[in-house]
């Protein structure tokens, strides 16, 4: 008997759901994204980075800094991220709406860095982090980038120049960022999803009175 009707129509039937799944699914939930107004503070969210962090987005993805450390968080009772401190709220595909690439990542064998931009908002930590990070977390795994800085000896009584790192970067040396460890702390600076969103709002955290009417009665 010739199938080849019922094979033609089993491959139309097959594609033709797959795009459906996989295109216009999708498409449908997320495609037309904007950027929203929060009315708290007029300002609209995601932010367009300014060119420094913009620039800086591509020394991080340069150096790899994805293969360690996501930008993703997960949604409460889902993980610890919430109990870790790395973000108030679920991440959502809004949060990466102006990100090309979104650097996502997969891997955690560093702090997820979606808000790292509200959690550590000092430059200099940031540069000598980078520079050695067990200078500002001993015992730290992360690698150095040495590269990102200039590194000069010191004359005997000589004062090292301005915007290099404090001494005890490097005793004896001066250590000067270079653009390209600026724009990066640029971005990191930038990284933050705090902004509460009708589709992600920052989940509620009972206060004393409604946590002592859920809790049983002592009695
Ligand atoms: C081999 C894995 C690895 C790579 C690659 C890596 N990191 Fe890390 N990172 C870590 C680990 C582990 C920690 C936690 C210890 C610490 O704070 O130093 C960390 C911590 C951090 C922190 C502090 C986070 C916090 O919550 O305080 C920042 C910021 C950071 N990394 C940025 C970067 C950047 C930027 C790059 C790329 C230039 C990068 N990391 C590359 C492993 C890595």
Redesign the pocket.
């Known amino acids: 008997m010739n199938q080849a009707a019922l094979i033609v129509l089993g491959v139309f039937a097959a594609t033709a759901s797959s795009f459906y799944g996989i295109l216009v699914v999708p498409q449908a939930q997320i495609g037309r994204l904007d950027q929203t107004k929060i009315e708290e503070t007029g300002s609209y969210y995601p932010a367009v980075r300014p060119g420094e962090a913009q620039a800086g987005a591509e020394?991080?993805r340069a150096?790899?800094?994805v293969?360690?450390?996501t930008q993703q968080v997960k949604m409460k009772g889902n993980g610890t991220d919430f109990e870790r401190g790395?973000g108030r709220r679920r991440t959502i595909a809004q949060d990466y709406l102006l990100d090309n690439p979104v650097q996502l990542g997969t891997v955690r064998?560093?702090?997820?860095?979606a808000n790292?931009g509200s959690?550590?908002t000092n430059a200099v930590y940031?540069l000598q982090?980078?520079y050695n990070?067990?200078l500002?977390?001993p015992g730290?795994?992360?690698?150095q980038?040495p590269y990102?800085f200039t590194k000069r000896a010191l004359a005997a009584g000589e004062k090292a120049s301005e915007g290099a790192l404090p001494s005890n970067t490097e005793p004896g040396f001066e250590v000067v960022p270079r653009p390209e460890a600026l724009a990066?702390v640029a971005?990191?600076r930038s990284l933050n999803s705090e902004a509460p969103l009708y589709s992600a709002p920052f989940p509620l955290v009972p206060t004393n009175s409604t946590a002592a009417a859920a809790a049983p009665s002592a009695k």
């Open positions: 020394v991080y150096n790899g800094c293969e360690c450390h790395w064998l560093g702090p997820d860095l790292i959690r550590q940031h982090h980078l990070a067990r500002t977390m730290s795994t992360m690698p980038y990102l990066l971005y990191l």
